[in-house]
């Protein structure tokens, strides 16, 4: 049986720092599937998150049956936040991708500003407080200098957009992306220059950037714990995974200072999501109990 919305937030809220939110990421299961060839039943999901005292999920396009709803469509965004209230948990977070915010052609921007400024009137209707953009792909024949120009200029917009619909949108970028160090993070944000576009701190990309020290921490004081808008908790030996993005571990498993990371959160002021990030992890709800036992010990 899944337990009640009331009784999750509270034994949770009781748990972790005062103003965090903890959740689980659908992309953890979802590469999960993918990569081992594991069943992961949604149903099961959520009842393991409900059970384990999560407050809510981040929700990823294409799993487990389809895309997401159009915004305008009544019936089926009601449909898919029930199916989530019904476990207590709040869809806190949309992933979306993000390439068209830098593409060359000023017609294909335009595009992907209109496929936000949809998802934007979805995610309000599911009760999200933020929305994941990920700026991955190729520069298609510009340099990395147009390339940035076009990016920053997209999210202007879209920060604005995100401000009128009551909601945070925050940018992660990883290294196998064409934005994938802490200047450009640093480029991004102070281009932007809006306070409803602000970065994901992800400690395995955070740990790369910082030259795969196990210090991620390092990387979040000189961004500024005030430009963080949501985690992706997780950690990491400091390597690739498979040639592809950063190695995500369950914490303890690796070599990253996270309960540092917290500790620097905490103390910094930082109220918002904590989503565990099992992404390609064997075990995703090993990963989950494991970041939601670093995270209450951040209290």
């Avoid at 989503?275 to 036992?293: H, N, Q, S, T």
Wanted: net charge neutral.
């Amino acid at each position: 049986m899944a337990m009640a919305p009331a009784a999750a937030s509270l034994r949770t809220s009781a748990a972790v720092p005062r103003g965090w939110k903890t959740a689980i990421g659908l992309n953890g299961f979802h590469s999960g599937a993918a990569k081992y060839h594991k069943n992961y039943p949604l149903w099961e999901v959520l009842d393991f998150a409900a059970r384990e005292g999560f407050d809510g999920v981040e929700l990823v396009s294409d799993w487990p049956q389809g895309g997401y709803p159009p915004g305008n469509d009544r019936d089926r965004v009601h449909a898919l936040r029930r199916l989530y209230d019904g476990y207590g948990l709040r869809i806190f977070s949309i992933q979306l991708g993000a390439d068209g915010a830098f593409a060359p052609d000023a017609s294909a921007r335009a595009a992907w500003i209109a496929m936000v400024r949809d998802r934007l009137q979805l995610a309000r209707q599911l009760g999200c407080a933020c929305v994941g953009l990920w700026p991955g792909g190729g520069l298609r024949g510009q340099t990395l200098e147009e390339a940035m120009s076009r990016l920053t200029a997209s999210f202007r917009e879209v920060a604005t957009m995100a401000a009128d619909a009551g909601i945070l949108a925050a940018v992660e970028i990883e290294p196998p992306f064409e934005f994938r160090t802490e200047e450009h993070l640093h480029r991004i944000l102070d281009g932007t220059n809006h306070p409803n576009l602000k970065a994901i701190f992800d400690p395995s990309h955070f740990d790369l950037m910082n030259g795969s020290t196990g210090r991620p921490h390092e990387m979040l004081q000189r961004l500024g714990v005030e430009r963080i808008g949501y985690l992706h908790l997780t950690d990491t030996d400091g390597t690739l995974r498979d040639g592809g993005t950063s190695k995500h571990l369950p914490c303890g498993d690796g070599h990253a200072q996270v309960a540092t990371a917290l500790k620097v959160l905490r103390e910094g002021g930082f109220k918002g999501w904590c989503m565990i990030d099992a992404w390609e992890v064997p075990d995703a709800y090993d990963a989950c109990r494991k970041g939601l036992r670093m995270i209450r010990g951040a209290r």
